[in-house]
């Protein structure tokens, strides 16, 4: 069973920096996916940034130029914050389509670590 365990999330000031790390627990099956949401209270998970094995990456237009989303390990991911607002607090999963083959592949999530971003 494949298992994603995020780390990294804290209490932040305004202005400041957080790094988010995400290690998928099996390293026999392929990522072909490797991205981070969030789920601020109220609303509805939203895409943060995503990269996927031909290297293409995406950003919310909200954290374009101030998040950076990395493949750090076969097998591990990363999510530099800079910064940070207050609008940034929200839960943050970690999440992967993973998969002996592209056509086989499945999702999976993180269980989320908190983010708070406040003075």
């Known amino acids: 069973q494949v298992q994603l365990v995020e780390s990294g999330g804290d209490l932040v000031q305004p202005g400041g920096s957080l790094r988010l790390s995400c290690a998928a627990s099996?390293?026999?099956?392929?990522?072909?996916?490797a991205g981070w949401y969030r789920q601020a209270p109220g609303k509805q998970r939203e895409l943060v940034a995503t990269?996927?094995?031909?290297?293409?990456i995406k950003y919310s237009d909200s954290v374009k130029g101030r998040f950076t989303i990395s493949r750090d390990t076969e097998n591990t991911w990363s999510l530099q914050m800079n910064s940070l607002q207050p609008d940034d607090t929200a839960v943050y999963y970690c999440?992967?389509?993973?998969?002996?083959?592209?056509?086989?592949?499945?999702?999976?999530w993180g269980q989320g670590t908190q983010v708070t971003v406040s003075s």
């Open positions: 990269t996927d094995y031909n290297d293409n």
């Open positions: 099996k390293r026999s099956v392929s990522i072909y996916v």
């Open positions: 999440h992967a389509q993973m998969g002996q083959t592209y056509f086989t592949r499945y999702d999976y």
